[in-house]
């Protein structure tokens, strides 16, 4: 029976990624119990920064889905699952403020996020594309010409996954850390919620940097293969 020994590179980064998600339910649902002193719920969170950011024309709607939270640029849209929208705890007015930040973010003209939007179609197209032709590629045979091209434009379109999950770090970031200072700013949350505020952002966060672990240990496992073959 075959076993690829190059599985082995990713288990640090499976480990991390459940780690991440852990970390994350972890803190959603222990501050999705604590509600923020001033009773304002992710929507009128949202709402408040979107208005003092010069954004009233922004909507802000109800999707369905657990943690389905996004800012849709296409669009200029906030979308809020119903545990943010309607609640006022903790964890709802954060990660509807770190959706706000997206949205200042795309107003604002912020190059990273600029970046990684203009990286969307393409990446779409290299994340279906890419295992199949390295898989092809490995099959044909990378010693041989076709199977060699095959292959190298397999791995050239994974490195473009690799370099959009690089690219999201800092918008991520960014958003996350202009939430916490909206929330203060406008009084939105009190000074010493701000701390729990960042525990679920951060836990958040760690998603990223673990798919970003996960891509880069892949890209590692398909050189190394190509080394090998």
């Known amino acids: 029976m075959y076993f690829d ?3 082995i590179i990713l288990i640090p980064a499976i480990i991390f990624a459940f780690y991440a998600q852990a970390k994350v339910s ?5 501050y999705a119990r604590v509600a923020n002193k001033n ?15 010069g954004m009233q024309g922004v ?41 706000a930040g997206h949205a ?48 190298n434009v397999g791995v050239l379109f994974f490195l473009g996954v690799v370099l959009f999950h690089a690219v999201t770090l800092p918008v991520e970031f960014n958003a996350s850390s202009r939430a916490i200072q909206q929330l203060t700013d406008l009084n939105i949350i009190y000074p010493d919620e701000a701390s729990a505020s960042k525990k679920v952002l951060s836990a958040a966060a760690m998603t990223y940097v673990a798919a970003l672990a996960m891509a880069i240990a892949n890209l590692i496992r398909i050189l190394i293969l190509r080394r090998d073959s």
Do not use: C
């Not at 972890?26 to 222990?30: E, F, L, P, Q, V």
């Not at 009773?39 to 950011?53: E, H, M, W, Y």
């Open 5 to 7: 020994v190059t599985f």
């Open 26 to 30: 972890s803190a959603y649902n222990r």
């Open 39 to 53: 009773r304002v719920t992710g929507a009128q969170a949202a709402r408040k920064i979107l208005d003092t950011n």
């Open 59 to 99: 909507p802000i709607e109800i999707t369905q889905g657990k943690l389905s939270d996004h800012y849709d640029p296409s669009k200029k849209v906030m979308r809020l699952s119903p545990e943010v929208y309607n609640t006022t705890s903790v964890a709802a007015v954060s990660i509807a403020a770190h959706e």
């Open 104 to 151: 200042i973010q795309h107003n604002t003209g912020y190059s990273p996020l600029s970046i990684r939007n203009s990286m969307v179609p393409v990446v779409n197209i290299a994340s279906t594309l890419s295992w199949p032709l390295l898989i092809i590629g490995l099959i044909v045979g990378v010693a041989t010409p076709n199977g060699g091209i095959l292959f």
